[in-house]
C-alpha cells in the first residue's frame, strides 16, 4: 500500500531563518506530487506541483522553491522566511496521469514564522 | 478571483438529520470535482468524486450532486453523525490534474 510521510510535523523559525520540509511517498511510482498551504481559516492554495525529476511549475509567486531530486521525494525550501510564511504546509501526490483521481495528502506540517 | 466558492463557512445540523454542504465554481474548464474532509492537525482525505458527464454520485451515506449550467455542486450526508464533524473542502480539475480548492465548510453534527 502507499503511503506518503512529511516532516517535521511542527516547526517554529525565526524571520530571515532558511527552510526545508520533506516529503516521501511509498509504494507507488512516477507520482504527482503537489505542495500546498493551509492560511489559518481558508482552503488550500497550491504552491508547487511536479509530474516527474526535475519537472517542477509553480503556481504563487513567492520566496518559497521546490525540489524533486527522486522520483518520490519533493522539497519545499525557503533561503529566508518571511513571517507570512506562517501556516498549514501539505504535501499530496496523485497516480500520474494525474486526472480524473483523487489526490492523498500526507500529515501537513505546521510552521510558525516569528 | 476566486473559482471555487464554499459560501458557507460552518454548518450545524443535529445527528441523523440530513447535512448539505455547497460549492459553486466559475470555471467551465473543471471537468472533475472533489470532497475532502479534514480533521485538525491532519491532511485531508478523499471523500467523494464526481465526473461531469454524470450528475450524481452515491456512496454510501455521501452523495454529490452536480449541476452544470448552475456550475454547483453539494454534498449531501444521509444519516449525519457526530463523526462526520470537521471541515469539508470541494476541489474541482481540469484535465491538467491540478485541483483549485474552496476554503471550505466546517460541520458540526450535535449529538
Known amino acids: 500500500s502507499q503511503t506518503i510521510h512529511q516532516w517535521p510535523a511542527t516547526l517554529v523559525q525565526p524571520v530571515g531563518s532558511p527552510l526545508s520540509l520533506e516529503c516521501t511517498v511509498e509504494?507507488?511510482?512516477?507520482?504527482?506530487l503537489y505542495w500546498y498551504r493551509q492560511a489559518a481559516g481558508r482552503g488550500l492554495q497550491l504552491l508547487f506541483y511536479?509530474?516527474?525529476?526535475?519537472?517542477i511549475s509553480s503556481e504563487v509567486p513567492q520566496n518559497l522553491s521546490a525540489s524533486r531530486p527522486q522520483d518520490r521525494q519533493f522539497i519545499l525550501s525557503s533561503k529566508k522566511l518571511l513571517l507570512s510564511d506562517s501556516g498549514f504546509y501539505l504535501c499530496?501526490?496523485?497516480?500520474?496521469?494525474?486526472?480524473?483521481?483523487?489526490?492523498?495528502f500526507g500529515p501537513g506540517t505546521r510552521l510558525t514564522v516569528l | 478571483d476566486q473559482q471555487v466558492k464554499q459560501n458557507s463557512p460552518s454548518l450545524s445540523v443535529q445527528e441523523g438529520r440530513i447535512s448539505i454542504l455547497n460549492c459553486d465554481y466559475t470555471n467551465s474548464m473543471f471537468d472533475y470535482f472533489l470532497w475532502y474532509k479534514k480533521y485538525p492537525a491532519e491532511g485531508p482525505t478523499f471523500l467523494i468524486s464526481i465526473s461531469s458527464i454524470k450528475d450524481k454520485n452515491e456512496d454510501g451515506r455521501f452523495t454529490v450532486f452536480l449541476n452544470k449550467s448552475a456550475k454547483h455542486l453539494s454534498l449531501h450526508i444521509v444519516p449525519s453523525q457526530p463523526g462526520d464533524s470537521a471541515v469539508y473542502f470541494c476541489?474541482?480539475?481540469?484535465?491538467?490534474?491540478?485541483?483549485?480548492f474552496g476554503d471550505g465548510t466546517t460541520l458540526t453534527v450535535k449529538p
Open positions: 509504494g507507488t511510482s512516477n507520482p504527482n
Open positions: 476541489a474541482a480539475d481540469t484535465n491538467a490534474g491540478k485541483s483549485t
Open positions: 499530496a501526490w496523485r497516480d500520474n496521469p494525474g486526472q480524473y483521481n483523487e489526490q492523498f
Open positions: 511536479s509530474i516527474g525529476i526535475d519537472q
